[in-house]
């Protein structure tokens, strides 16, 4: 993924080929997305959350190719993903999980749908406004997104491994 993230980052080499950097990692992002077989999601919160990420690259990827439709499908996929998380998990990558909501915030609002932008825009920044606050705190041990009650994962084998 770090190689597809370096690409979208590039400034076109070729101004006749503007998007050749990013439709490559698309294709390094899209493969990623695709390796990950069903029965690996169905067992592990940590691969839900792997293919969320992903989903929310390909979204800004096509978004700075300037295919917002697919943009914003890409994002919706990974909110999916993400709400299919548990609670502990997603406050873990909850700095992911509000580039997703402002994503499609953004994608609505350029698109004059505000109404429907909001709910998503107001999510994000609940999202940074809970950060802030848990840095803020006069704690020395203050976890940034400490686990509420009830939050605890229970992780699987897989799991285990991959963290």
């Not at 490559?24 to 990420?53: F, G, N, P």
């Not at 499908?73 to 909110?79: A, I, T, V």
């Not at 990558?93 to 499609?104: E, P, R």
């Not at 686990?147 to 699987?156: S, W, Y």
Request: hydrophobic share 40%; with cysteine.
């Amino acid at each position: 993924m770090k190689g597809a993230i370096v690409l979208m980052c590039k400034a076109a080499t070729d101004i006749t080929k503007p998007f050749a950097e990013k439709y490559e990692a698309r294709t390094i992002l899209e493969t990623l997305a695709h390796e990950i077989q069903q029965e690996w999601l169905d067992k592990s919160s940590v691969m839900r959350a792997v293919k969320a990420l992903i989903y929310n690259r390909l979204g800004q990827n096509y978004y700075d190719a300037e295919e917002i439709s697919e943009s914003e499908r890409q994002m919706q996929k990974s909110l999916e993903l993400w709400n299919q998380v548990p609670k502990a998990l997603r406050l873990r990558f909850s700095h992911s999980l509000q580039d997703v909501y402002n994503g499609i915030g953004i994608v609505l609002a350029n698109r004059e749908n505000n109404l429907e932008a909001l709910p998503y825009l107001t999510k994000a920044m609940e999202t940074y406004e809970e950060a802030i606050k848990a840095c803020k705190s006069k704690e020395k041990k203050a976890l940034l997104f400490p686990p509420a009650e009830g939050t605890e994962i229970e992780l699987t084998l897989l799991d285990r491994y991959l963290l």
